[in-house]
């Protein structure tokens, strides 16, 4: 089993940035979803272990970065460019490759929430 702590949550205004990190010890592939609510949860980026392959989803790509810092045991989420609809608790979870479904994952962090103002 894999532990995995998000942080760097928040509130921030529409066009602004934050960074999210993710302890993540002991892991291989690692993605980033987010669940707004009422709605199902989705997959926003992922990275393979080495940092080679990244994978993002097309409502962010060109506004997240997905980076890794493997000495660290820690995952980032560089978010620019922060739109309402960005709004939602984001996830970090731990898996053996990149994929798009929650069910290829098999550890998920706690959480943490970000909202951005209009």
């Known amino acids: 089993q894999v532990r995995l702590v998000e942080s760097g949550g928040g509130l921030v205004q529409a066009g602004g940035s934050l960074r999210l990190s993710c302890a993540a010890l002991?892991?291989?592939?690692l993605g980033w979803f987010r669940q707004a609510p009422g709605k199902e949860r989705e997959f926003v980026a992922g990275?393979?272990?080495?940092?080679?392959?990244?994978s993002y989803s097309d409502s962010v790509q060109g506004r997240f970065t997905i980076s890794r810092d493997n000495a660290k045991n820690t995952v980032y989420l560089q978010m620019d460019s922060l739109k309402p609809e960005d709004t939602a608790v984001y996830y970090c979870?731990?898996?053996?490759?990149?994929?798009?479904?929650?069910?290829?994952?098999?550890?998920w962090g706690q959480g943490t929430q970000v909202t951005v103002s209009s």
């Open positions: 990275i393979s272990w080495s940092g080679g392959t990244k």
């Open positions: 002991g892991t291989n592939a």
């Open positions: 979870a731990a898996g053996p490759f990149i994929g798009v479904n929650i069910k290829h994952y098999t550890d």
